[in-house]
């Protein structure tokens, strides 16, 4: 049983829950952007929390299978049609062998999570399906033509039809904590960070969001040894504006970090689009 992919809008790969623990010998984690999205998305079918699917950036996914499926779709809410029936997001849907699967473009957020009742079903690298698209690791990002191969169907089932959950914010406000280089900046940068939005440039993806606001000024200025990033890291280049680590995030940096934001609230990071301010609130 196959996926045929048809089209797939701006970028769609497949994402589990990552690699955790390797960044001792560097390699990121990686996996679903808004993974609370991915393990809906698996619970609604029936699969494991830790199933591969595909992640969605903006929509645009056109899929057909080979025979019939059980499907969810969460994250980003786009418009959704099989065989160009209109069908709902966050709920379980059943499409026919040789039906089209079809995704519009969101009105609001910037990932959708399709899970395929018994997971996609390519060959783990270093324990994850996931593509990382910094690194290279994993399976290539979807092209038209791909067969996506899809796993057994787990023994339980679904157990509910829709599930009731609100889509993405408007307003992003993301709480974070000060850095392990908070130091290294004035006073009032730590206030300037908090204190006015930060807009999302186009310079953003699964490695990290580029933000555009006010600067942040340093107060130490001499240059930092690499050391180790994780996953919603504000770390401040020379220009004195910050960039978000998400998924694909580098192992390693050399700039400091300013502040982290709750891993909690990095999904919500994750869906916010080009365009949209941001919000930080300290904790």
Known sequence: MTLEVLATGPLATVQDLGRPGLAGIGVGTSGAADASSLRLANRLVGNDENTAAIEVTFGGLVVRPTRDVTVALTGAPCPLSVDGR????????RVPAGAELR???????????????GGIDVAPVLGSRSTDVLSGLGPDQLRPGAALPIGAPPSRFPV???????????????????GPRADWFT???LESLVSAPYE???ESNRVGMRLDGPVL??????????????TGALQVPPLGTPTLFLADH?????????????AADVAKAAQARPGQHVHFRCI
């Open 200 to 202: 999302v440039t186009p």
């Open 217 to 230: 000024e340093r107060s130490r200025t001499e240059e930092l040894p690499s050391e180790g990033m994780v």
């Open 250 to 262: 580098p192992v390693t940096g050399g700039y400091p970090v300013i502040g982290v934001v709750l």
């Open 187 to 189: 006073d009032e940068a």
């Open 160 to 178: 509910v039809d829709i599930a009731p959950v609100a889509g993405p914010a408007e307003e992003v406000v993301l709480r974070v904590q000060p």
């Open 86 to 93: 209109g069908a709902a997001a966050n709920a379980v849907l």
């Open 103 to 117: 995704l519009g473009v969101p009105a609001i957020g910037l990932r959708s999570y399709l899970a395929v009742r």
